[in-house]
């Protein structure tokens, strides 16, 4: 990305990609046709992976609220591999964790970004939301710092034959991986 337009376009998919692994309440469901407008008119992504994120967010429309929320905690919040906390894949239950953590908040902080209250910062949604407001060789080199991490959210993803595997895989494209 060297120009500001496509700087600015990756900034909203990225806010867009962070929305797509909410967690599917009414919120979610009501703006997915507006995340997928925003994604098309980005420009930001080829057009297959458009074609895969458009088959998720159709999916996600096709379902009843109440199917959409048990799959997502299913596949997001039972088991290790397919969490979205990045540390949660590097450090575990480990005591590297806290520290990590804090340098984290830190990052964040010195971009004059504040966490909202409970918002984890190893969460992968609220660290695609700082790339977005990074200049484009900022967050260029924050993705790619995190894109082992995405790689390895994105595998277990696929393996369990999930469509959010495809927005790793658009984070991953992004990151130029």
Known sequence: MTSTSSGRRCAHTLRALAWLLRYPDAELRAALPALGEALRGDAALSRSRLAEIDALIAR???LPGLQ????????FDRGRHTALQLFEHVHGDSRDRGPAMIDLVQTYERAGLLLDDGALPDDLRV????????????????LREIAHIVRTIFCALQARGSRHAR???AILDLAGE
């Open 68 to 75: 959409a929320e048990a799959e997502y905690v299913d596949l």
């Open 127 to 142: 660290a695609l939301e700082f790339a977005s407001t990074q200049p484009p060789a900022a967050r260029q080199a924050f």
């Open 60 to 62: 996600l429309r096709s």
């Open 167 to 169: 927005v790793l895989a």
